[in-house]
Protein backbone atom coordinates (compact mmCIF):
# COMPACT_ATOMS: atom_id res chain seq x y z
CA UNK A 1 0.00 0.00 0.00
CA UNK A 2 1.72 3.24 -0.86
CA UNK A 3 -0.04 5.92 1.46
CA UNK A 4 -0.21 9.97 1.26
CA UNK A 5 1.76 10.19 4.25
CA UNK A 6 1.38 13.71 6.09
CA UNK A 7 2.47 13.40 9.58
CA UNK A 8 6.27 14.50 8.08
CA UNK A 9 8.71 15.49 10.07
CA UNK A 10 8.83 19.37 10.44
CA UNK A 11 12.56 18.78 8.59
CA UNK A 12 11.22 17.05 5.88
CA UNK A 13 8.82 19.67 5.45
CA UNK A 14 10.21 22.81 5.25
CA UNK A 15 12.98 22.38 2.50
CA UNK A 16 9.44 22.40 0.43
CA UNK A 17 8.90 25.97 1.44
CA UNK A 18 10.72 28.92 0.00
CA UNK A 19 9.78 30.89 3.00
CA UNK A 20 11.80 29.40 5.51
CA UNK A 21 15.20 30.08 5.38
CA UNK A 22 15.27 32.16 8.56
CA UNK A 23 13.84 28.75 10.66
CA UNK A 24 15.99 26.34 9.11
CA UNK A 25 19.02 28.47 10.77
CA UNK A 26 18.62 26.87 14.03
CA UNK A 27 19.94 24.21 16.43
CA UNK A 28 17.42 21.53 16.76
CA UNK A 29 15.80 21.07 12.79
CA UNK A 30 13.49 18.30 14.05
CA UNK A 31 11.67 20.22 16.63
CA UNK A 32 9.04 22.39 16.99
CA UNK A 33 10.10 26.28 16.93
CA UNK A 34 7.84 29.19 17.83
CA UNK A 35 8.73 31.13 14.50
CA UNK A 36 6.54 28.46 12.85
CA UNK A 37 3.40 29.21 15.02
CA UNK A 38 4.40 33.10 14.81
CA UNK A 39 2.90 33.30 10.71
CA UNK A 40 0.11 31.24 9.21
CA UNK A 41 -0.89 27.95 9.88
CA UNK A 42 0.29 26.45 6.92
CA UNK A 43 3.78 26.69 9.47
CA UNK A 44 2.36 25.97 12.53
CA UNK A 45 0.80 22.73 10.97
CA UNK A 46 4.53 21.65 10.17
CA UNK A 47 5.32 22.37 13.82
CA UNK A 48 2.16 20.23 14.85
CA UNK A 49 3.34 17.42 12.81
CA UNK A 50 6.40 17.41 14.85
CA UNK A 51 4.39 16.71 17.74
CA UNK A 52 2.61 14.11 15.83
CA UNK A 53 5.63 12.45 15.29
CA UNK A 54 6.65 12.46 18.46
CA UNK A 55 3.93 11.19 19.95
CA UNK A 56 1.97 8.86 17.98
CA UNK A 57 2.02 4.75 19.42
CA UNK A 58 3.92 2.37 17.35
CA UNK A 59 2.31 -0.98 16.48
CA UNK A 60 1.22 -2.32 19.25
CA UNK A 61 0.60 0.31 21.37
CA UNK A 62 4.49 0.85 21.90
CA UNK A 63 4.56 4.28 23.31
CA UNK A 64 7.03 4.24 26.06
CA UNK A 65 10.56 3.34 26.67
CA UNK A 66 9.89 0.37 29.29
CA UNK A 67 7.64 -1.02 26.00
CA UNK A 68 4.86 -1.73 28.32
CA UNK A 69 2.23 -3.65 26.84
CA UNK A 70 3.81 -6.04 24.27
CA UNK A 71 2.22 -9.73 23.91
CA UNK A 72 5.53 -11.21 26.35
CA UNK A 73 3.99 -9.70 29.31
CA UNK A 74 0.98 -11.70 29.44
CA UNK A 75 -0.30 -15.16 28.54
CA UNK A 76 -0.60 -14.02 25.07
CA UNK A 77 2.98 -15.46 24.09
CA UNK A 78 5.15 -15.91 26.82
CA UNK A 79 8.67 -14.51 26.94
CA UNK A 80 11.03 -16.55 25.31
CA UNK A 81 14.24 -15.06 25.69
CA UNK A 82 17.12 -16.42 27.59
CA UNK A 83 17.92 -12.92 29.34
CA UNK A 84 16.23 -12.18 32.53
CA UNK A 85 12.47 -10.20 32.25
CA UNK A 86 12.49 -8.81 35.45
CA UNK A 87 8.01 -7.66 35.14
CA UNK A 88 7.70 -11.68 34.69
CA UNK A 89 9.77 -12.49 37.46
CA UNK A 90 9.22 -10.22 40.28
CA UNK A 91 12.07 -8.49 39.89
CA UNK A 92 11.92 -4.91 39.56
CA UNK A 93 13.58 -2.26 41.09
CA UNK A 94 13.46 1.77 41.84
CA UNK A 95 15.23 2.88 38.60
CA UNK A 96 13.61 -0.24 36.41
CA UNK A 97 10.72 1.56 34.59
CA UNK A 98 12.09 4.78 33.61
CA UNK A 99 9.16 6.26 31.27
CA UNK A 100 9.13 9.67 33.81
CA UNK A 101 11.99 10.69 32.60
CA UNK A 102 14.83 12.55 34.64
CA UNK A 103 17.16 14.27 31.86
CA UNK A 104 16.69 17.05 29.86
CA UNK A 105 15.54 15.16 26.86
CA UNK A 106 13.10 16.28 24.12
CA UNK A 107 12.25 12.60 23.75
CA UNK A 108 11.23 11.38 27.05
CA UNK A 109 7.55 12.25 28.56
CA UNK A 110 8.34 15.28 29.84
CA UNK A 111 10.32 16.79 27.24
CA UNK A 112 7.69 15.42 24.61
CA UNK A 113 4.94 17.18 26.82
CA UNK A 114 7.31 20.72 26.70
CA UNK A 115 7.25 20.58 22.98
CA UNK A 116 3.68 20.26 23.29
CA UNK A 117 3.46 23.44 26.10
CA UNK A 118 5.77 25.62 23.98
CA UNK A 119 3.63 25.09 20.76
CA UNK A 120 -0.04 25.64 23.25
CA UNK A 121 1.90 28.94 24.34
CA UNK A 122 3.32 30.36 21.14
CA UNK A 123 0.05 29.85 19.21
CA UNK A 124 -1.81 31.08 21.84
CA UNK A 125 -0.06 34.37 21.82
CA UNK A 126 -0.25 34.90 17.83
CA UNK A 127 -2.39 38.03 16.82
CA UNK A 128 -2.69 37.08 13.55
CA UNK A 129 -4.02 33.28 13.12
CA UNK A 130 -7.83 32.80 12.23
CA UNK A 131 -9.38 32.02 15.18
CA UNK A 132 -10.65 28.78 14.06
CA UNK A 133 -7.49 27.38 12.45
CA UNK A 134 -5.80 28.57 15.69
CA UNK A 135 -7.95 26.38 18.12
CA UNK A 136 -8.44 23.59 15.38
CA UNK A 137 -4.09 23.64 15.71
CA UNK A 138 -4.56 23.83 19.65
CA UNK A 139 -6.85 20.97 20.08
CA UNK A 140 -4.62 18.45 18.74
CA UNK A 141 -2.01 19.90 20.47
CA UNK A 142 -4.49 19.61 23.65
CA UNK A 143 -5.20 16.21 22.87
CA UNK A 144 -1.31 14.84 22.27
CA UNK A 145 -0.80 17.03 25.90
CA UNK A 146 -3.68 14.57 27.31
CA UNK A 147 -2.19 11.33 25.60
CA UNK A 148 0.83 11.85 27.19
CA UNK A 149 -0.47 12.38 31.03
CA UNK A 150 -2.52 9.20 30.49
CA UNK A 151 0.26 7.20 29.59
CA UNK A 152 2.35 8.91 32.88
CA UNK A 153 -0.56 8.32 35.02
CA UNK A 154 -1.38 4.72 33.97
CA UNK A 155 2.12 3.69 35.08
CA UNK A 156 2.55 6.11 38.06
CA UNK A 157 -0.91 7.27 39.07
CA UNK A 158 -0.16 11.05 40.09
CA UNK A 159 2.75 13.11 38.33
CA UNK A 160 3.49 16.83 38.09
CA UNK A 161 1.34 18.35 36.00
CA UNK A 162 3.10 20.91 33.94
CA UNK A 163 0.98 23.04 32.09
CA UNK A 164 3.14 25.83 30.70
CA UNK A 165 7.39 25.59 29.44
CA UNK A 166 9.04 25.70 32.10
CA UNK A 167 12.50 28.28 33.13
CA UNK A 168 15.44 26.04 33.09
CA UNK A 169 17.12 24.99 36.49
CA UNK A 170 18.84 27.58 37.65
CA UNK A 171 19.93 29.54 41.50
CA UNK A 172 17.01 31.90 41.28
CA UNK A 173 14.08 30.01 39.99
CA UNK A 174 14.60 26.17 41.60
CA UNK A 175 10.97 26.69 43.59
CA UNK A 176 9.26 27.09 40.34
CA UNK A 177 11.28 24.35 38.41
CA UNK A 178 10.45 21.54 41.12
CA UNK A 179 7.30 21.03 41.12
CA UNK A 180 5.57 17.97 43.36
CA UNK A 181 3.17 14.92 42.22
CA UNK A 182 -0.44 15.87 41.76
CA UNK A 183 -2.86 13.80 42.44
CA UNK A 184 -4.29 10.91 40.58
CA UNK A 185 -7.63 12.36 40.39
CA UNK A 186 -6.24 15.88 39.67
CA UNK A 187 -4.34 14.65 36.78
CA UNK A 188 -7.52 12.50 35.53
CA UNK A 189 -9.21 15.69 35.73
CA UNK A 190 -7.03 17.72 33.71
CA UNK A 191 -6.64 15.13 30.92
CA UNK A 192 -10.09 15.39 30.69
CA UNK A 193 -10.15 19.15 30.84
CA UNK A 194 -7.45 18.77 27.65
CA UNK A 195 -10.08 15.93 25.78
CA UNK A 196 -12.46 18.19 26.07
CA UNK A 197 -11.30 21.37 24.78
CA UNK A 198 -9.82 18.64 22.01
CA UNK A 199 -13.14 17.47 21.27
CA UNK A 200 -14.96 21.37 21.22
CA UNK A 201 -12.84 22.74 18.15
CA UNK A 202 -11.94 19.40 16.63
CA UNK A 203 -13.93 18.39 13.22
CA UNK A 204 -16.21 15.11 13.30
CA UNK A 205 -14.53 14.70 10.18
CA UNK A 206 -11.60 16.31 8.19
CA UNK A 207 -11.92 18.23 5.20
CA UNK A 208 -10.24 16.10 2.44
CA UNK A 209 -10.01 12.88 4.25
CA UNK A 210 -7.66 11.11 2.04
CA UNK A 211 -4.93 13.86 2.83
CA UNK A 212 -5.67 14.14 6.59
CA UNK A 213 -5.69 10.93 7.12
CA UNK A 214 -4.53 10.03 10.42
CA UNK A 215 -5.07 13.61 11.82
CA UNK A 216 -6.84 13.28 15.44
CA UNK A 217 -10.87 14.03 15.02
CA UNK A 218 -13.59 15.11 17.72
CA UNK A 219 -14.28 11.15 18.29
CA UNK A 220 -10.85 10.42 18.78
CA UNK A 221 -10.33 12.83 22.08
CA UNK A 222 -14.21 12.04 23.25
CA UNK A 223 -13.59 8.32 22.86
CA UNK A 224 -9.38 8.52 24.77
CA UNK A 225 -11.60 10.16 26.94
CA UNK A 226 -13.96 7.51 27.30
CA UNK A 227 -10.59 4.75 27.56
CA UNK A 228 -9.25 7.29 30.51
CA UNK A 229 -12.50 7.54 32.53
CA UNK A 230 -13.01 3.71 32.10
CA UNK A 231 -9.33 3.14 33.54
CA UNK A 232 -10.55 5.67 36.46
CA UNK A 233 -13.25 3.60 37.54
CA UNK A 234 -11.68 -0.01 36.82
CA UNK A 235 -9.92 -1.92 40.50
CA UNK A 236 -6.72 -0.48 39.68
CA UNK A 237 -8.06 2.83 40.47
CA UNK A 238 -11.32 2.39 42.21
CA UNK A 239 -10.81 -0.60 44.60
CA UNK A 240 -13.90 0.52 46.29
CA UNK A 241 -15.96 0.30 43.26
CA UNK A 242 -17.17 3.76 43.68
CA UNK A 243 -20.41 4.45 41.38
CA UNK A 244 -19.82 7.55 40.81
CA UNK A 245 -16.75 6.71 38.69
CA UNK A 246 -18.37 4.07 37.10
CA UNK A 247 -21.26 6.64 35.97
CA UNK A 248 -18.47 9.26 34.93
CA UNK A 249 -17.13 6.38 32.99
CA UNK A 250 -20.20 5.69 31.61
CA UNK A 251 -21.04 8.94 30.22
CA UNK A 252 -17.85 9.63 28.43
CA UNK A 253 -17.86 6.17 26.76
CA UNK A 254 -22.02 6.79 25.48
CA UNK A 255 -20.44 10.08 23.99
CA UNK A 256 -17.65 8.85 22.42
CA UNK A 257 -20.34 5.74 20.80
CA UNK A 258 -22.92 8.58 20.14
CA UNK A 259 -20.45 10.94 18.78
CA UNK A 260 -18.26 8.20 17.00
CA UNK A 261 -21.99 6.87 15.33
CA UNK A 262 -23.73 9.82 14.31
CA UNK A 263 -20.39 10.58 11.65
CA UNK A 264 -20.47 6.77 10.25
CA UNK A 265 -18.37 4.76 12.12
CA UNK A 266 -18.86 1.40 12.66
CA UNK A 267 -17.33 -2.26 12.36
CA UNK A 268 -15.63 -3.33 9.13
CA UNK A 269 -17.35 -6.37 7.91
CA UNK A 270 -14.55 -8.61 7.94
CA UNK A 271 -12.24 -8.88 11.13
CA UNK A 272 -9.16 -9.72 8.61
CA UNK A 273 -9.79 -6.57 6.89
CA UNK A 274 -9.92 -4.35 9.42
CA UNK A 275 -6.13 -3.28 8.71
CA UNK A 276 -6.01 -3.31 5.00
CA UNK A 277 -8.55 0.52 4.50
CA UNK A 278 -7.21 3.64 4.97
CA UNK A 279 -9.06 6.71 4.23
CA UNK A 280 -13.13 5.74 4.69
CA UNK A 281 -11.99 3.37 7.06
CA UNK A 282 -15.03 2.98 9.42
CA UNK A 283 -13.53 1.25 12.13
CA UNK A 284 -10.18 3.52 13.05
CA UNK A 285 -10.46 5.94 15.95
CA UNK A 286 -6.62 6.87 16.77
CA UNK A 287 -4.51 6.19 13.85
CA UNK A 288 -0.58 5.54 13.31
CA UNK A 289 -0.26 6.19 9.44
CA UNK A 290 3.12 4.27 7.78
CA UNK A 291 3.65 4.06 4.48
CA UNK A 292 5.96 1.95 2.09
CA UNK A 293 8.00 4.60 0.55
CA UNK A 294 11.60 3.31 0.04
CA UNK A 295 13.26 6.27 -1.90
CA UNK A 296 12.68 9.57 -0.08
CA UNK A 297 13.16 11.20 3.25
CA UNK A 298 9.61 10.82 4.27
CA UNK A 299 9.76 7.05 4.78
CA UNK A 300 7.86 5.45 7.65
CA UNK A 301 7.90 1.83 7.60
CA UNK A 302 6.00 -0.26 9.99
CA UNK A 303 7.80 -3.18 11.92
CA UNK A 304 4.83 -5.34 12.90
CA UNK A 305 5.09 -7.13 8.80
CA UNK A 306 8.33 -8.40 9.53
CA UNK A 307 8.55 -9.13 13.26
CA UNK A 308 5.87 -11.60 13.06
CA UNK A 309 6.22 -13.56 10.48
CA UNK A 310 8.15 -16.77 10.35
CA UNK A 311 12.24 -16.33 10.53
CA UNK A 312 12.54 -18.18 8.21
CA UNK A 313 10.72 -16.53 5.27
CA UNK A 314 11.04 -12.83 5.93
CA UNK A 315 15.12 -11.02 5.66
CA UNK A 316 14.11 -8.82 8.56
CA UNK A 317 14.21 -11.42 12.02
CA UNK A 318 10.34 -12.15 12.48
CA UNK A 319 8.96 -15.10 14.77
CA UNK A 320 7.61 -12.53 17.33
CA UNK A 321 4.43 -12.50 19.08
CA UNK A 322 4.35 -16.53 19.08
CA UNK A 323 0.93 -17.43 20.41
CA UNK A 324 1.11 -19.63 23.63
CA UNK A 325 -1.22 -22.84 23.88
CA UNK A 326 -3.06 -20.41 26.71
CA UNK A 327 -4.46 -17.82 23.92
CA UNK A 328 -5.43 -20.58 21.60
CA UNK A 329 -7.54 -22.06 24.34
CA UNK A 330 -9.30 -18.15 25.18
CA UNK A 331 -11.01 -18.49 21.44
CA UNK A 332 -14.77 -19.65 22.13
CA UNK A 333 -15.99 -22.52 19.40
CA UNK A 334 -17.90 -20.99 16.51
CA UNK A 335 -21.37 -20.60 18.62
CA UNK A 336 -19.62 -18.16 20.93
CA UNK A 337 -19.27 -20.75 24.13
CA UNK A 338 -16.47 -21.87 25.96
CA UNK A 339 -14.96 -25.34 24.53
CA UNK A 340 -16.53 -27.97 27.18
CA UNK A 341 -19.89 -25.85 27.00
CA UNK A 342 -20.54 -25.92 23.46
CA UNK A 343 -22.74 -28.09 21.18
CA UNK A 344 -19.49 -28.53 18.88
CA UNK A 345 -17.29 -31.00 20.34
CA UNK A 346 -13.66 -30.10 21.58
CA UNK A 347 -10.06 -32.22 21.76
CA UNK A 348 -6.97 -30.63 21.93
CA UNK A 349 -5.79 -32.52 18.88
CA UNK A 350 -8.13 -30.82 16.66
CA UNK A 351 -8.34 -27.35 18.81
CA UNK A 352 -8.98 -25.60 15.75
CA UNK A 353 -12.21 -27.65 14.43
CA UNK A 354 -15.34 -25.23 15.02
CA UNK A 355 -13.78 -22.41 16.72
CA UNK A 356 -14.83 -18.97 16.85
CA UNK A 357 -13.88 -17.51 13.05
CA UNK A 358 -11.24 -14.64 14.53
CA UNK A 359 -8.82 -17.47 15.71
CA UNK A 360 -8.35 -18.63 11.99
CA UNK A 361 -7.84 -14.92 11.22
CA UNK A 362 -5.59 -14.47 13.74
CA UNK A 363 -3.42 -17.50 14.27
CA UNK A 364 -1.03 -19.54 12.11
CA UNK A 365 -0.72 -23.17 13.17
CA UNK A 366 0.32 -26.74 12.02
CA UNK A 367 -1.24 -27.71 8.58
CA UNK A 368 -3.43 -24.26 8.50
CA UNK A 369 -3.38 -22.63 4.44
CA UNK A 370 -1.61 -18.84 5.27
CA UNK A 371 -1.00 -17.43 2.09
CA UNK A 372 1.80 -15.78 2.05
CA UNK A 373 5.19 -14.93 -0.02
CA UNK A 374 3.18 -15.07 -3.01
CA UNK A 375 2.51 -18.58 -2.47
CA UNK A 376 -1.55 -18.37 -2.34
CA UNK A 377 -2.30 -22.13 -1.18
CA UNK A 378 1.04 -22.06 1.12
CA UNK A 379 0.40 -24.78 4.15
CA UNK A 380 2.35 -24.48 7.37
CA UNK A 381 3.88 -26.92 8.62
CA UNK A 382 4.99 -26.93 12.56
CA UNK A 383 5.18 -30.66 13.02
CA UNK A 384 7.71 -32.74 14.92
CA UNK A 385 9.21 -36.16 13.39
CA UNK A 386 11.71 -38.51 15.55
CA UNK A 387 11.81 -35.73 18.08
CA UNK A 388 12.73 -32.91 15.85
CA UNK A 389 10.48 -29.57 14.12
CA UNK A 390 9.76 -30.08 10.52
CA UNK A 391 9.92 -26.31 10.31
CA UNK A 392 12.32 -25.13 8.14
CA UNK A 393 14.43 -28.19 8.82
CA UNK A 394 14.62 -27.22 12.93
CA UNK A 395 16.23 -23.85 12.05
CA UNK A 396 13.99 -20.85 13.73
CA UNK A 397 11.01 -22.81 14.29
CA UNK A 398 8.25 -21.46 16.19
CA UNK A 399 9.04 -22.65 19.63
CA UNK A 400 5.02 -22.59 20.56
CA UNK A 401 3.98 -24.18 17.42
CA UNK A 402 1.74 -21.61 16.67
CA UNK A 403 2.44 -17.72 14.90
CA UNK A 404 0.54 -14.41 14.82
CA UNK A 405 -0.87 -13.46 11.47
CA UNK A 406 -2.97 -10.87 13.02
CA UNK A 407 -2.65 -7.77 10.60
CA UNK A 408 -0.06 -9.09 7.81
CA UNK A 409 -0.38 -8.76 4.47
CA UNK A 410 -1.27 -11.73 2.93
CA UNK A 411 -3.19 -12.83 -0.79
CA UNK A 412 -6.10 -13.88 1.03
CA UNK A 413 -7.04 -10.49 2.83
CA UNK A 414 -4.96 -7.69 0.98
CA UNK A 415 -3.92 -8.30 -2.54
CA UNK A 416 -0.60 -7.69 -0.72
CA UNK A 417 2.84 -8.55 -3.26
CA UNK A 418 4.68 -8.72 -0.45
CA UNK A 419 7.84 -11.87 -0.34
CA UNK A 420 10.45 -12.22 2.14
CA UNK A 421 12.64 -9.61 0.61
CA UNK A 422 10.45 -6.49 0.51
CA UNK A 423 8.28 -7.14 4.27
CA UNK A 424 10.52 -4.65 6.09
CA UNK A 425 8.95 -2.07 3.94
CA UNK A 426 5.60 -2.31 5.30
CA UNK A 427 2.86 0.54 5.54
CA UNK A 428 0.60 -1.13 7.33
CA UNK A 429 -1.44 1.75 9.97
CA UNK A 430 -1.63 0.73 13.90
CA UNK A 431 -4.99 1.59 14.87
CA UNK A 432 -4.71 2.87 18.74
CA UNK A 433 -8.09 3.01 19.13
CA UNK A 434 -10.66 1.22 16.76
CA UNK A 435 -14.75 1.23 16.60
CA UNK A 436 -14.63 -2.26 18.49
CA UNK A 437 -12.88 -1.30 21.34
CA UNK A 438 -15.26 2.26 22.23
CA UNK A 439 -18.00 -0.42 22.11
CA UNK A 440 -16.72 -2.77 24.60
CA UNK A 441 -15.56 0.07 26.64
CA UNK A 442 -19.06 1.73 26.26
CA UNK A 443 -20.13 -2.10 27.39
CA UNK A 444 -17.84 -2.43 30.84
CA UNK A 445 -19.28 0.95 31.49
CA UNK A 446 -22.27 0.64 31.05
CA UNK A 447 -22.23 -3.12 33.05
CA UNK A 448 -20.61 -0.96 35.72
CA UNK A 449 -23.67 0.99 35.86
CA UNK A 450 -26.19 -1.44 35.89
CA UNK A 451 -27.08 -0.81 32.49
CA UNK A 452 -26.90 -4.69 31.68
CA UNK A 453 -29.14 -4.69 28.32
CA UNK A 454 -26.72 -2.01 27.28
CA UNK A 455 -23.61 -4.14 27.75
CA UNK A 456 -25.10 -7.34 25.97
CA UNK A 457 -26.11 -5.13 22.98
CA UNK A 458 -22.60 -3.71 22.37
CA UNK A 459 -20.94 -7.27 23.28
CA UNK A 460 -23.41 -9.07 20.61
CA UNK A 461 -22.70 -6.68 17.85
CA UNK A 462 -18.89 -7.04 18.51
CA UNK A 463 -19.73 -11.34 18.21
CA UNK A 464 -21.93 -11.23 15.59
CA UNK A 465 -18.80 -9.28 13.28
CA UNK A 466 -16.59 -11.79 14.19
CA UNK A 467 -19.13 -14.66 12.52
CA UNK A 468 -19.99 -16.42 15.62
CA UNK A 469 -23.56 -18.08 15.26
CA UNK A 470 -26.53 -16.19 16.51
CA UNK A 471 -28.22 -19.01 18.44
CA UNK A 472 -31.96 -19.79 19.01
CA UNK A 473 -31.89 -17.20 21.19
CA UNK A 474 -29.75 -14.74 19.69
CA UNK A 475 -27.60 -14.23 22.40
CA UNK A 476 -24.15 -15.21 20.50
CA UNK A 477 -23.11 -17.83 23.00
CA UNK A 478 -23.40 -15.17 26.08
CA UNK A 479 -24.75 -16.63 28.89
CA UNK A 480 -28.67 -14.80 30.10
CA UNK A 481 -29.54 -12.62 32.78
CA UNK A 482 -25.57 -12.62 34.05
CA UNK A 483 -25.10 -10.70 36.93
CA UNK A 484 -22.82 -7.90 37.07
CA UNK A 485 -19.51 -9.33 37.83
CA UNK A 486 -20.35 -12.02 35.11
CA UNK A 487 -20.99 -9.62 32.48
CA UNK A 488 -17.32 -8.06 33.48
CA UNK A 489 -16.02 -11.41 33.19
CA UNK A 490 -17.51 -11.95 29.61
CA UNK A 491 -16.42 -8.81 28.77
CA UNK A 492 -12.88 -9.05 29.50
CA UNK A 493 -12.65 -12.61 28.00
CA UNK A 494 -14.01 -10.72 24.79
CA UNK A 495 -11.21 -8.27 24.79
CA UNK A 496 -8.99 -10.40 24.88
CA UNK A 497 -9.58 -12.17 21.50
CA UNK A 498 -10.75 -9.40 20.05
CA UNK A 499 -7.68 -7.28 20.64
CA UNK A 500 -5.54 -10.44 20.60
CA UNK A 501 -1.77 -9.46 20.06
CA UNK A 502 -3.36 -5.73 20.01
CA UNK A 503 -1.26 -4.19 23.46
CA UNK A 504 -3.95 -4.59 24.92
CA UNK A 505 -4.76 -7.63 27.33
CA UNK A 506 -1.60 -6.90 29.63
CA UNK A 507 -3.36 -3.06 30.60
CA UNK A 508 -6.71 -4.75 30.70
CA UNK A 509 -5.62 -7.36 33.36
CA UNK A 510 -3.57 -4.43 35.42
CA UNK A 511 -6.97 -2.08 35.91
CA UNK A 512 -8.75 -4.71 37.07
CA UNK A 513 -5.70 -5.88 39.50
CA UNK A 514 -5.98 -9.46 37.73
CA UNK A 515 -2.23 -9.87 36.44
CA UNK A 516 -1.22 -12.11 39.97
CA UNK A 517 -4.28 -14.24 40.10
CA UNK A 518 -4.25 -14.57 36.38
CA UNK A 519 -0.65 -15.52 35.39
CA UNK A 520 1.63 -15.62 38.46
CA UNK A 521 2.75 -19.56 39.08
CA UNK A 522 3.18 -20.22 35.03
CA UNK A 523 5.61 -21.35 32.62
CA UNK A 524 3.25 -22.04 29.82
CA UNK A 525 2.52 -24.70 28.31
CA UNK A 526 4.24 -26.67 25.83
CA UNK A 527 3.03 -27.72 23.18
CA UNK A 528 4.32 -30.43 20.50
CA UNK A 529 2.08 -31.49 17.42
CA UNK A 530 3.98 -35.08 16.56
CA UNK A 531 3.80 -37.32 13.30
CA UNK A 532 3.00 -40.94 14.55
CA UNK A 533 6.04 -43.51 14.12
CA UNK A 534 3.55 -45.98 11.94
CA UNK A 535 0.78 -46.28 9.81
CA UNK A 536 2.80 -42.85 7.78
CA UNK A 537 2.60 -42.62 4.44
CA UNK A 538 6.29 -42.64 2.82
CA UNK A 539 5.14 -39.51 0.97
CA UNK A 540 3.45 -37.88 3.45
CA UNK A 541 5.91 -35.28 3.29
CA UNK A 542 4.61 -34.39 -0.58
CA UNK A 543 1.14 -36.00 -0.31
CA UNK A 544 0.16 -33.31 3.04
CA UNK A 545 -0.60 -30.02 1.27
CA UNK A 546 -3.66 -32.41 -0.83
CA UNK A 547 -5.26 -33.86 2.25
CA UNK A 548 -8.12 -32.46 4.33
CA UNK A 549 -6.27 -31.63 7.55
CA UNK A 550 -8.57 -32.97 10.20
CA UNK A 551 -8.12 -36.15 8.44
CA UNK A 552 -4.01 -35.56 8.68
CA UNK A 553 -4.57 -34.96 12.56
CA UNK A 554 -6.55 -37.74 13.32
CA UNK A 555 -4.94 -40.23 10.96
CA UNK A 556 -1.44 -38.89 11.46
CA UNK A 557 -0.66 -36.86 14.15
CA UNK A 558 -0.55 -36.74 18.06
CA UNK A 559 -0.44 -34.27 20.65
CA UNK A 560 1.46 -33.50 23.92
CA UNK A 561 0.74 -30.90 26.00
CA UNK A 562 3.21 -30.65 28.94
CA UNK A 563 2.29 -27.86 31.83
CA UNK A 564 4.88 -25.21 32.85
CA UNK A 565 7.49 -26.24 30.28
CA UNK A 566 7.36 -23.12 27.86
CA UNK A 567 9.40 -21.08 29.60
CA UNK A 568 13.01 -22.25 30.73
CA UNK A 569 13.49 -19.49 33.46
CA UNK A 570 12.20 -18.83 36.22
CA UNK A 571 7.90 -18.79 36.65
CA UNK A 572 5.80 -15.64 36.55
CA UNK A 573 5.36 -13.43 39.69
CA UNK A 574 3.51 -10.06 39.18
CA UNK A 575 3.68 -8.58 42.56
CA UNK A 576 1.13 -6.35 44.07
CA UNK A 577 2.78 -3.20 43.97
CA UNK A 578 3.42 -3.77 40.72
CA UNK A 579 -0.09 -1.73 39.55
CA UNK A 580 1.87 1.52 40.49
CA UNK A 581 5.31 1.69 39.48
CA UNK A 582 8.21 3.54 41.48
CA UNK A 583 9.40 6.81 40.55
CA UNK A 584 12.57 6.61 39.26
CA UNK A 585 15.12 7.34 42.47
CA UNK A 586 16.97 8.90 39.88
CA UNK A 587 13.72 11.57 39.31
CA UNK A 588 13.59 11.83 43.04
CA UNK A 589 17.58 12.60 43.65
CA UNK A 590 16.77 15.49 40.90
CA UNK A 591 13.60 16.70 42.41
CA UNK A 592 13.57 16.42 46.11
CA UNK A 593 9.64 17.55 45.95
CA UNK A 594 8.48 14.55 44.75
CA UNK A 595 7.47 11.05 46.96
CA UNK A 596 7.47 7.72 46.05
CA UNK A 597 5.12 5.49 45.81
CA UNK A 598 3.11 3.65 48.23
CA UNK A 599 4.86 0.26 48.81
CA UNK A 600 7.95 0.77 47.47
CA UNK A 601 10.87 2.23 49.29
CA UNK A 602 10.46 5.16 51.31
CA UNK A 603 6.98 5.57 49.56
CA UNK A 604 4.45 7.74 50.89
CA UNK A 605 2.37 8.68 47.86
CA UNK A 606 -1.01 7.38 47.80
CA UNK A 607 -1.98 6.81 44.06
CA UNK A 608 -5.09 5.77 45.01
CA UNK A 609 -5.94 9.89 45.92
Known amino acids: MKKKYILWTALCSMFALASCESVLDKTDLGAADPDLVSGDSVLANLSLNYIYNQNLPDWGGYTSISGLGSSTYTEESYNQGSSQNKYLEGAIAENDVTDFGTALNATNNYGKIRTINSFISDLQQNPKMDAGAKNRLLAQAYFF??????????LYGGVPLVLTPQNAVGIENREATFLPRNTTSQCVKQISADLDSAAKYLPA??????????????GGALALKGRLLLYAASPQFNPTDLNTKWQTAYDANKAAYDALTANGSKLIADYAKIWFTESGNTEAVFVTGYNTSVGDQQRRNSGWEASNRPKYSTVSGGGSNLPSWDMIKAYPMKDGKK??????AYSDLLFFKDRDPRFEKTIAYNGCTWPMSNVPNNR??????AGKSVEN??????????????AL????????????????YSGTDWQEIRFAEVMLNYAESAAGVGKLDEAYT?????????GIEAGSDNLYGLKANMSRAEMFKAILDERQVEFAFEGKRFWDLRRWRLLESTLNGSKGTKVQINLKTTGVPADFATSRDGMK???VYTNYFTITLTPNALMSRTAINYLPKYYFFAIPTSAIDNNPLLKQNDGWTNGAFNPLE
Open 393 to 406: GGVNFSFTGFYCKK
Open 380 to 385: LWTYYA
Open 549 to 551: LED
Open 205 to 218: TWASPAANWGRITK
Open 145 to 154: RAWRYFELVK
Open 339 to 344: PGDSKY
Open 409 to 424: QTSDVAGSTLDQSNTI
Open 458 to 466: QLINVRKRA
